[in-house]
């Protein structure tokens, strides 16, 4: 009997964990207790501190990031979140100080987390693919909603027991994480203190690194955060060779349908409560189907954020366009959306058969890995792109994100 298709990533996945967990000689444990900066058991720690001495020879210079900005003091880091949500009106200032080292003065409204960092919480699954990116996926002791998550060496971790589950549908159990006492948190922030995780974690004394990935307007922004994770662990190095190797397939990819004479019109999401929610034209999402030689008919639209419409008013714009992508992640056929609402079936891209939703790694439990790694990969969401617009340039690319509503 065959598998249905919505599951076979998922079964594939704990497969190939379980596999991965059978032949392993032995399991990593947990890092040393943090009551020591310096010593033997920490050899990346400074023995002799020398206020002269670069403490930090790999440094990160930024390229496409808009979102944090660090600047280097021979034995730490001083790193800025400047937009950690929209409209923000506070910013997050850390001191990253190199083990071994003195705090410097003058920081009393900074938060001080000592570097490299032997381990971490993350509070979102977009902040998991760049700790294996980086190479410091052991010093993972905990994540939140084990069923959401799809990161195939993350699920080895938690097959073998050596992660802890610190919240499940967005209800965060401060016990655990309180119990793990990880040197540092990371998570996101909306600006809504009912539903933040930070101000909960910082007045209970823990280190908490705002990601504000999702913040950025451009794909390769994004992805550009694995720089911010970095800092945290001394891996700008591997960082920097990271991100290059993305970004450059990224950039040959874009420059392939750069010059096509024919840009097919499209159009993005669904109407959710009588509401949708369009991107503008200067989102990521944007950004994306322009890379991909595709005419997204918001283009003109100047924000980065997304506009609240009517179905009337997309209907007017939309109805001709030749494709419609990121339906409803449920709807798995044309029948689907159809049965949603009638009235889709009036937009020209359904009668043409032209439907493409990133759906092909999405886990019984809904976890789709689109977002989770889709982030910190934007050259493998621009392949699937390309492919859908001018299938002609990549003939030979294998789905990895979207697929086709039949």
């Known amino acids: 009997m065959s598998i249905p298709r919505i599951r076979q990533y998922k079964v594939g996945v704990w497969l190939g964990a379980i596999a991965a967990l059978l032949c392993a000689c032995t399991v990593s444990t947990v890092a040393d207790s943090p009551d020591s900066l310096a010593g033997a058991e920490r050899p990346e720690c400074v023995q002799r501190f020398d206020p002269e001495v670069d403490y930090f020879p790999d440094k990160v210079k930024l390229e496409e990031a808009q979102g944090f900005q660090v600047t280097y003091h021979n034995h730490y880091k001083v790193v800025s ?8 009106t506070t910013q997050f200032q850390y001191v990253l100080v190199q ?10 409204d900074a938060q001080v987390v000592t570097v490299p960092v032997r381990s971490v919480v993350a509070l979102s699954t ?10 410091v996926l052991d ?50 922030g909306t600006g809504n203190p009912e539903r ?17 990935e999702y913040m950025e ?16 662990f001394n891996q700008e190095a591997r960082a920097t060779n990271q991100f290059n190797g993305i970004a450059q397939q990224y950039r040959d990819l874009a420059q392939r349908v750069e010059s096509v004479t024919h840009r097919p019109t499209v159009f993005v999401g669904f109407a959710r409560n009588g509401t949708w929610h369009v991107p503008g034209g200067d989102s990521y999402v944007a950004q994306f189907l322009a890379d991909a030689g595709a005419d997204y008919l918001w283009s003109d639209d100047p924000s980065a954020g997304s506009r609240p419409l009517s179905f009337e008013q997309v209907y007017a714009r939309a109805a001709q366009a030749t494709y419609w992508l990121n339906g409803d992640q449920r709807w798995l056929t044309q029948a689907d959306v159809v049965a949603a609402d009638p009235r889709y079936g009036d937009f020209l891209a359904w009668q043409l058969g032209n439907l493409y939703s990133p759906i092909a790694r999405v886990n019984e439990h809904g976890g789709n890995d689109y977002w989770e790694s889709g982030t910190a990969n934007p050259h493998w969401v621009l392949a699937d792109l390309v492919k859908i617009f001018h299938p002609e340039q990549l003939p030979n690319h294998d789905w990895v994100y979207y697929q086709k509503l039949p």
């Not at 979140?81 to 923000?88: C, E, F, G, S």
């Not at 401060?174 to 990880?182: F, G, N, Q, T, V």
């Not at 930070?198 to 690194?209: I, R, T």
């Open 81 to 88: 979140v400047q937009r950690p949500w929209q409209d923000a």
């Open 99 to 108: 083990c071994g080292t003195p705090v410097p003065p003058g920081f009393a």
């Open 126 to 135: 977009t902040h998991l693919v760049p700790l294996e990116q980086l190479g």
């Open 139 to 188: 010093t993972l002791v905990g994540v939140s909603d084990f069923q959401t998550i799809n990161t195939p060496a993350v699920i080895v971790k938690i097959a073998a027991q050596q992660l802890t589950e610190v919240s499940r549908n967005a209800a965060l159990n401060m016990e655990r994480i309180l119990a793990l006492d990880p040197e540092l948190v990371t998570t996101f």
């Open 196 to 212: 933040d995780a930070h101000p909960k974690l910082m007045e209970a004394g823990l280190p908490v690194a705002i990601n504000a």
């Open 217 to 232: 307007s451009t794909p390769l922004g994004r992805a550009e955060w694995l720089k911010f994770m970095a800092l945290f």
